[in-house]
T-cell receptor
């Protein structure tokens, strides 16, 4: 079974705080993705990475950065959290030969 | 610019009947399509997919139909069961985009007794 874990299920942060969301996989897959899910907007891609130290912007990268120092770990960073970043954050993985992405359980982030 | 659209935000179907969820896309480069199911407070789970070289793919109670000329796909669930109540997302990908998926906005399916 594919296992994708995310560091927290629920997180509450204050405006202006630096926030780290971590995603860890146990499948040695090359590709890792960060999405946010908001009602009526579906899943929107923030950043993705297809190898260690490689990253590419998705559709909504503003206000976010990422880090991938090891193959199994992909971190999403909110440099200065704002209330409009309150959302469900989802990490996903896939290997180079497949389109099917496997998702972690999500982190519900609330910024107050 | 929403390249993948699910125009019905919600759908209610009686148990045992057919559920039909629809999805339209605008990008003609998309050549692989997927459906995901999502329960509250969980990550989406992959349900079924279809390549653009096919027009139908079946897996148990789930069938996906693809109409390339209309840029339309649909997911049929027969028979619908209460456990199918969830939000369904369609997604699309294009060859050479590093498995990047573009998702629709989702349809909430409620299967009633």
């Amino acid at each position: 079974d594919v296992k994708v874990t995310q560091s927290s299920r629920y997180l509450v942060k204050r405006t202006g705080e630096k926030v780290f969301l971590e995603c860890v996989q146990d499948m040695d897959h090359e590709n890792m993705f960060w999405y946010r899910q908001d009602p009526g907007l579906g899943l929107r891609l923030i950043y993705f990475s297809y190898d260690v130290k490689m990253k590419e912007k998705g559709d909504i990268p503003e206000g976010y950065s990422v880090s991938r120092e090891k193959k199994e770990r992909f971190s999403l960073i909110l440099e200065s959290a704002s209330t409009n970043q309150t959302s469900m954050y989802l990490c996903a993985i896939t290997d180079r030969t497949s389109y099917e992405q496997y998702f972690g359980p999500g982190t519900r982030l609330t910024v107050t | 610019d929403q390249q993948v659209k699910q125009n019905s935000p919600s759908l209610s179907v009686q148990e045992g009947r057919i559920s039909i969820l629809n999805c339209d896309y605008t990008n003609s480069m998309f050549d692989y399509f997927l459906w995901y199911k999502k329960y509250p407070a969980e990550g989406p789970t992959f349900l079924i997919s279809i390549s653009s070289i096919k027009d139908k793919n079946e897996d148990g109670r789930f069938t996906v139909f693809l109409n390339k000329s209309a840029k339309h796909l649909s997911l049929h669930i027969v028979p619908s069961q209460p456990g199918d109540s969830a939000v369904y997302f369609c997604a699309a990908s294009a060859t050479g985009t590093a498995s990047k998926l573009t998702f629709g906005t989702g349809t909430r399916l409620q299967v009633t007794l």
